[in-house]
């Protein structure tokens, strides 16, 4: 799932570069919109996939494997916040009410939850409260996956845990108060993987880098440990 700001502009041509970019990818992908998205835009380049509806808001479910996604768009035109309409929200009441005891993970542009990045939180998701209210009643949800803040952050949040991704390209600055600046930094790109482990373990996230400058050091091969592990090219401890 690629949660919010597939794109810098919304422009035609940017979707047209994303999709030369997922291409190469084996795994099924869904897209969301978020504040720097076209909705008109993404469903003209990205036509051929059918979970995306054809009008309206851009929210989806995808039914195929044992934990289900619920998909919601916070997106709003012109603004980099978002929301959660009374009308948004009722479609994600009747989803949940579908699969009460099947394990759900919901997917959403802007996180439910202030970050403690001033000028970020400004520009956060109206309806949040409403959101916790629909979750409280629904408890198989078990992520809240979310984009917009380019940093991995998680909290709990109306009884299940709500998450964000950091970002494929830059990194937010870690600045909490009294600091009331916005700044970016080239850490790694990263994205979450998270994995079902069954009812008995339950879903797992991590983060995963996405750099081939940090190798990995086999130490245990499976079978046992190495005793003399050879670093690989370009290791480098820290």
Same mark, same amino acid.
């Given at each position: 799932?690629?949660?919010?700001?597939?794109?810098?502009?919304?422009?035609?041509?940017?979707?047209?570069?994303?999709?030369?970019?997922?291409?190469?990818?084996?795994?099924?992908?869904?897209?969301?919109?978020?504040?720097?998205?076209?909705?008109?835009?993404?469903?003209?380049?990205?036509?051929?996939?059918?979970?995306?509806?054809?009008?309206?808001?851009?929210?989806?479910?995808?039914?195929?494997?044992?934990?289900?996604?619920?998909?919601?768009?916070?997106?709003?035109?012109?603004?980099?916040?978002?929301?959660?309409?009374?009308?948004?929200?009722?479609?994600?009441? =009747?989803?949940?009410?579908?699969?009460?005891?099947?394990?759900?993970?919901?997917?959403?542009?802007?996180?439910?939850?202030?970050?403690?990045?001033?000028?970020?939180? =400004?520009?956060?998701?109206?309806?949040?409260?409403?959101?916790? =209210?629909?979750?409280?009643?629904?408890?198989?949800?078990?992520?809240?996956?979310?984009?917009?803040?380019?940093?991995?952050?998680?909290?709990?949040?109306?009884?299940?845990?709500?998450?964000?991704?950091?970002?494929?390209?830059?990194?937010?600055?870690?600045?909490?108060?009294?600091?009331?600046?916005?700044?970016?930094?080239?850490?790694?790109?990263?994205?979450?993987?998270?994995?079902?482990?069954?009812?008995?373990?339950?879903?797992?996230?991590?983060?995963?880098?996405? =750099?081939?400058?940090?190798?990995?050091?086999?130490?245990?091969?499976?079978?046992?440990?190495?005793?003399?592990?050879?670093?690989?090219?370009?290791?480098?401890?820290?």
């Amino acid at each position: 799932m690629i949660t919010g700001d597939l794109v810098d502009r919304g422009e035609i041509g940017e979707y047209e570069r994303l999709r030369e970019l997922l291409a190469p990818l084996q795994m099924p992908v869904f897209l969301l919109p978020g504040n720097h998205d076209d909705r008109a835009n993404l469903r003209r380049v990205f036509a051929d996939h059918a979970y995306l509806p054809r009008d309206g808001f851009l929210q989806y479910t995808v039914d195929d494997w044992p934990v289900r996604l619920v998909v919601l768009d916070t997106h709003i035109p012109g603004a980099p916040g978002g929301r959660l309409c009374a009308e948004r929200l009722a479609w994600l009441e =009747a989803r949940l009410a579908e699969e009460p005891q099947r394990p759900t993970v919901v997917a959403m542009h802007h996180p439910p939850f202030s970050s403690g990045l001033p000028l970020m939180d =400004a520009l956060g998701l109206e309806g949040g409260d409403e959101l916790a =209210a629909v979750l409280r009643r629904h408890s198989q949800v078990e992520r809240v996956v979310c984009g917009h803040l380019h940093r991995p952050i998680v909290r709990r949040f109306a009884g299940t845990v709500a998450c964000t991704c950091p970002s494929t390209t830059h990194q937010l600055a870690l600045d909490l108060p009294p600091a009331n600046r916005l700044a970016i930094v080239m850490e790694p790109p990263a994205c979450m993987l998270h994995l079902w482990l069954g009812s008995a373990g339950g879903l797992v996230t991590h983060v995963s880098l996405i =750099a081939d400058e940090y190798p990995a050091l086999v130490v245990h091969d499976g079978q046992g440990w190495v005793r003399d592990p050879q670093p690989p090219p370009g290791f480098h401890p820290s």
